[in-house]
C-alpha cells in the first residue's frame, strides 16, 4: 500500500490545480442547478475556485 505523505513535491502544483478546477466545477454545478449561466460560472469557477464554491451555495435561485 502506497503512503500519500511520500507524493513528489513536483506534483503538487498539479494537484492544487486540479482540486481548484474540480471545485469550480461543482460551483458551476450549483449555479446551473439555481438557474444562472453554466458558461458564466465554468469560467468564474475555473478562475475563483473555492470562492466561486461559497458565491454558488449563497446565491437564491431564479424565479
Known amino acids: 500500500m502506497s ?10 502544483p498539479y494537484l492544487l490545480l486540479g482540486f481548484h478546477c474540480i471545485i469550480g466545477g461543482i460551483a458551476a454545478k ?24 461559497v458565491s454558488a451555495i449563497w446565491i437564491k435561485p431564479k424565479n
Open 30 to 53: 450549483i449555479a446551473v442547478k439555481k438557474g444562472y449561466n453554466g458558461n458564466r460560472w465554468v469560467i468564474l469557477g475555473l478562475i475563483g475556485g473555492t470562492a466561486s464554491l
Open 3 to 12: 503512503n500519500l505523505g511520500n507524493i513528489d513535491s513536483s506534483l503538487t
